[in-house]
T-cell receptor, first 111, second 113 residues
Framework: QKEVEQDPGPLSVPEGAIVSLNCTYS??????FMWYRQYSRKGPELLMY????GNKEDGRFTAQVDKSSKYISLFIRDSQPSDSATYLC???????????FGTGTQLKVEL | NAGVTQTPKFQVLKTGQSMTLQCAQD?????MYWYRQDPGMGLRLIYY???????DKGEVPNGYNVSRLNKREFSLRLESAAPSQTSVYFC????????????FGPGTRLTVL
């Protein structure tokens, strides 16, 4: 079993929809959680960064962490075609521990 | 401000050939990383360098070597390429190992025939 599980998709939604992307993990030591966005044939870019449990909002994006369930989510409101990309979750225990990445969920927002 | 740059963007090798992938960052970061990305496998850490002068193995180091040339540059070498090394290679950097935010380069697409 992988330490971080992420549904690969693809997930196809109409423009304007609310998108929910999720990851589950097994390592209870993880306390730093990130979401990266990766456009086709590009490198991943950091989208959201959260520490421990709770919510963090940045514009149309909300990151949610539930450590008790070992479950993290990224919500995208009013999705746009420009949001079409692969979204990777990543997490670590901090203190120099390496990042562990999910395999990514491919999202397509259609006009 | 270029961030993390990688060369070359594309490369095709024959089995047994060698090559070096170059990476440079201009953010004055201490730590640098090499990943490979394969379908269904996600990003896997090959080697990393916590600071100038140090390198350590990651999850999948076999068949690779690295050099931290200076604070800016971190190269990845394939001594004898194998078809299993066909992948997209990403270099990343961060302020330190403890700083979990990593910044990625655009990647090198490598095909080994």
């Amino acid at each position: 079993q992988k330490e971080v599980e992420q549904d690969p998709g693809p997930l196809s939604v109409p423009e304007g929809a609310i998108v929910s992307l999720n990851c589950t993990y097994s390592n209870s030591a993880f306390q730093y959680f990130m979401w990266y966005r990766q456009y086709s044939r590009k490198g991943p870019e950091l989208l959201m960064y959260t520490y421990s449990s709770g919510n963090k909002e940045d514009g149309r994006f909300t990151a949610q962490v539930d450590k008790s369930s070992k479950y993290i989510s990224l919500f995208i409101r009013d999705s746009q075609p420009s949001d079409s990309a692969t979204y990777l979750c990543a997490m670590s225990g901090g203190g120099g521990n390496k990042l562990t990445f999910g395999t990514g969920t491919q999202l397509k927002v259609e006009l | 401000n270029a961030g993390v740059t990688q060369t070359p963007k594309f490369q095709v090798l024959k089995t047994g050939q060698s090559m070096t992938l170059q990476c440079a960052q201009d953010m004055n970061h201490n730590s640098m990383y090499w990943y490979r990305q394969d379908p269904g496998m996600g990003l896997r850490l090959i080697y990393y360098s916590a600071s100038e002068g140090t390198t350590d193995k990651g999850e999948v180091p076999n068949g690779y070597n690295v050099s931290r040339l200076n604070k800016r540059e971190f190269s990845l070498r394939l001594e004898s390429a194998a078809p299993s090394q066909t992948s997209v290679y990403f270099c990343a950097s961060s302020v330190s190992l403890a700083a979990d935010t990593q910044y990625f380069g655009p990647g090198t697409r490598l095909t080994v025939l």
